[in-house]
């Protein structure tokens, strides 16, 4: 139909209102706002920092080096290695505990009462806040010396804990940050839960089965495809970790929460090797479309897609 | 008889060595006459450098008052910019003292000339480097903007104010030339000096009082203010001593003291001097003993303080020492007075050896630059002419940048300054006068804050006592001459 309105369009000379009243123009026009914004805000400056990454720019002059950037990186920058260990232990001690809390949440208040609403609504609310600079601000109050969190420890008689000094605690104040923010993920997984036939829940209980057999038997699989798109936004979110490293910590101690977006940040603002920080962020892209690839190819075993509608 | 004797003298010299350990006056002499001996040999280090140092030296004298020589007055223009309409955006970094003084001249200015207006765009210290690099970045710079010694990262955007100079917009009767060389470089008058400091220690009198200490002599060691730290640890509670300058104590200040005119950086910017790492091991290892102990903050606890000196620990009564520009000492006083803290005092930098060099000189402690780009350098110039020159305007400012530069702006406030201030000012003088400060280079190559970084990640991996001293030093000895290879 589309097709047939198009050729015959093109067949005779049009003027400019034919034009613009034509299917395709008026597509492209709605589109428009997005694509400008695509390609000036991100192909442009990915364009850009590709050639960096290829150049020793310093903000001033950009002389062309070649392939010596990355050759650095993998071969004689030791800070890089280490910071992309520690990168991928705070995804890993992040994200799942995130994922876990949403779904425990979102599983909670899945009744349909009016409460439930404004308990998600209050929950949804750190996520609101939670990428902020105050916030950041807040829990390194929170976790200090002389911090809330160590005032509760005292009191019930536990030592006090150097949460920000000591590298092998530091990450846990950082990733419970993120937790907190668990909100958007809850929504997703109580949209998930809501489409999950009741029908299923009812035959379960007449057969006996228990309500943590439920859940296991029946809510995960069911809301495993949410939890595969979840995972998959909370992984990439999670390397891309940084206003912690740089509110709370600045990469401390001891390089414990350089992240990897960290480390390219002081790269580039910090030493203003621009063309350094651009190639490590190239191998960052590089790095999270593996680990999102991997996830993929393990989710055929363990994401359940129902056969045919859903009722 | 002759056992009594040599009992007799050995007392004697001991009590001479105490003596020219506690006693400031024995020290100064005993490396005085040193220095005389030696004066034949310091041919060390770059000639410029030397040179410039000279001048420093000369102006710092200068600073002590007295023979302050003709104060010419300085005459400002009717209007700017033929009293069109113009606006220029100005920029700086500080903690809140300087940024309501500073605030209060801009006012002055634009009430001067009605048809300037200047927007200003105040910050902290990391913030505002951050801000200014994306600024670079996309051409748009400030027209006018406070910027350290590091302008040898900036000077492609920098305009050289030669011309200004010499056509006597920026009005420089005042200034010695020595001052001005200190922000002179790579054949360009980089920016005016807004003030001249030198490190300093800042200690709390109360605390060290309370400990029974005997105020700190002028050619303490490091091993004398450890000790200090730990017994004010003992006594008071707090940290005996609040952050210091890590990298400087272990490397660009520590390194000059072990020996006159040996240095951290070759004074051309273009690699290490020292050819051994071991000259960073002590310094190392006495924050390792004062972190263990407790008497130094571990990284948390540094992270937790911010860096504007009104956040100090020193200020907030959370220690008793730190080290310190002496620029920063009068904002730390009044936030530590306000805080009812107790006095703070100053002191000079402890030394590797009681009759070694210092290790540190007097340098420009921020200067006024113009953006290379503007649109109107000649409000800016006449802005930084007024700024460094009136003397109402540096009554608000009162010093607070370091110790002004132009005689008389100095004979000006010489009459409203405080006790501290004075002392302040009494103590830039004096660093001035050491003879060895000469041989210190004060330049900052631009690998300094990747070095820096990894200077400081060796020494938190070293407190967590998972390498030694000696491996730190050497990680951070290979890593800085890897930087300048690249």
Redesign the interface.
């Known amino acids: 139909m589309k097709k047939k309105a198009n050729a015959a369009l093109a067949a005779q000379p049009k003027t400019f209102k034919q034009r613009m009243q034509s299917d395709n123009a008026v597509g492209y026009v709605f589109a428009a706002p997005f694509i400008i914004g695509f390609i000036c805000l991100t192909i442009f400056p990915m364009g850009l920092s590709l050639y960096y990454s290829l150049t020793n720019y310093?903000?001033?002059?950009a002389d062309f080096i070649g392939l010596n950037n990355y050759v650095?990186m993998f071969t004689?920058d030791s800070?890089f290695w280490y910071s992309l260990w520690r990168t991928f232990l705070y995804v890993i001690l992040a994200v799942p505990l995130k994922l876990i809390f949403a779904l425990l949440v979102a599983f909670f208040l899945t009744r349909n009462t009016k409460i439930a609403s404004l308990y998600r609504a209050v929950y949804y609310l750190p996520s609101l806040v939670g990428g902020s600079v105050a916030v950041a601000l807040v829990w390194?109050q929170m976790f200090?010396?002389k911090g809330m969190i160590n005032g509760i420890l005292g009191a019930i008689g536990i030592d006090r804990l150097?949460?920000?000094?000591?590298?092998n605690l530091?990450l846990f104040p950082l990733a419970l940050l993120t937790v907190w923010q668990f909100g958007s993920s809850m929504i997703i997984f109580a949209a998930g839960l809501k489409e999950i036939p009741t029908s299923y829940y009812e035959a379960a209980e007449i057969d006996g089965a228990s309500s943590v057999q439920r859940f296991f038997k029946i809510t995960l699989p069911c809301l495993s495809p949410v939890i595969l798109y979840n995972l998959v936004m909370q992984t990439i979110t999670g390397f891309m970790v940084f206003t912690q490293a740089a509110i709370?910590?600045?990469?401390?101690?001891?390089?414990a929460t350089n992240f990897i977006a960290y480390y390219i940040y002081?790269q580039?603002?910090?030493?203003?090797?621009?063309g350094y920080g651009s190639a490590i962020s190239w191998v960052m892209l590089v790095v999270i479309a593996i680990v999102t690839l991997i996830i993929f190819k393990t989710s055929k075993k363990w994401v359940f897609y129902e056969a045919g509608n859903d009722d | 008889m002759k056992a009594k004797k040599v009992m007799a003298l050995m007392m004697a010299s001991a009590m001479a060595v105490s003596m020219a350990a506690c006693g400031s006056d024995g020290g100064t002499t005993t490396k005085a006459a040193d220095e005389t001996t030696k004066a034949p040999e310091t041919t060390k280090g770059s000639d410029e450098t030397t040179k410039a140092a000279d001048e420093t030296t000369k102006a710092a004298e200068e600073t002590k008052g007295g023979e302050e020589g003709d104060i010419k007055e300085v005459v400002f223009p009717e209007k700017v910019n033929n009293g069109e309409d113009c606006t220029i955006r100005f920029a700086w970094w500080g903690g809140q003292t300087r940024h309501e003084r500073t605030e209060k001249v801009v006012e002055m200015f634009m009430e001067k000339y009605p048809n300037v207006t200047i927007t200003t765009e105040p910050s902290d210290f990391d913030g505002y480097f951050q801000k200014m690099a994306t600024l670079v970045g996309g051409g748009d710079v400030w027209d006018v903007f406070q910027l350290g010694n590091n302008w040898a990262e900036y000077t492609d955007i920098i305009t050289d104010l030669t011309p200004y100079i010499e056509d006597g917009t920026i009005n420089t009767d005042n200034i010695s030339d020595g001052f001005l060389a200190t922000t002179y470089d790579l054949g360009k008058q980089m920016e005016i000096s807004l003030g001249t400091n030198a490190h300093v220690i800042i200690y709390n009198a109360d605390m060290f009082a309370e400990a029974g200490l005997d105020e700190p002599a002028e050619n303490w060691t490091w091993e004398d203010y450890e000790k200090c730290a730990e017994a004010l640890k003992e006594v008071t509670g707090e940290y005996g001593s609040s952050s210091l300058e890590e990298f400087y104590g272990a490397c660009t200040v520590g390194v000059p003291q072990w020996e006159d005119g040996l240095n951290f950086f070759k004074a051309d910017n273009s690699g290490l001097m020292i050819d051994k790492p071991d000259y960073m091991v002590p310094f190392i290892e006495m924050i390792q003993r004062m972190t263990e102990s407790g008497a130094y903050p571990d990284r948390g606890a540094l992270n937790e303080m911010g860096t504007t000196p009104e956040q100090n620990f020193v200020a907030t009564g959370e220690a008793a020492m730190t080290w310190a520009l002496s620029n920063q000492v009068i904002a730390m006083a009044k936030a530590a007075e306000e805080n009812g803290v107790g006095t703070l005092k100053i002191a000079t930098l402890p030394r590797h050896s009681a009759d070694g060099p210092s290790g540190y000189a007097v340098k420009s402690s921020q200067g006024l630059a113009i953006y290379n780009k503007t649109k109107y350098p000649d409000v800016c110039a006449e802005f930084i002419n007024f700024f460094i020159n009136s003397p109402e305007a540096n009554q608000v400012l009162a010093g607070e940048r370091g110790v002004p530069i132009t005689s008389a702006v100095r004979a000006a406030i010489e009459p409203s300054l405080s006790e501290l201030e004075k002392s302040v000012y009494d103590y830039v003088g004096m660093v001035g006068e050491w003879e060895d400060s000469k041989n210190v280079f004060i330049n900052e190559p631009s690998q300094q804050n990747a070095i820096k970084d990894e200077f400081k990640n060796q020494l938190d991996k070293v407190n967590a006592g998972s390498i030694t001293a000696e491996e730190a030093a050497k990680n951070v000895f290979d890593f800085a001459n890897d930087a300048f290879t690249r």
Not at chain 1, 248 to 255: E, F, N, W
């Open positions: 310093n903000f001033v002059h650095r004689g800070r390194k200090a010396r150097n949460w920000l000094g000591d590298k530091v709370i910590t600045q990469g401390g101690p001891a390089d002081t580039g603002f910090k030493y203003f090797d621009m």
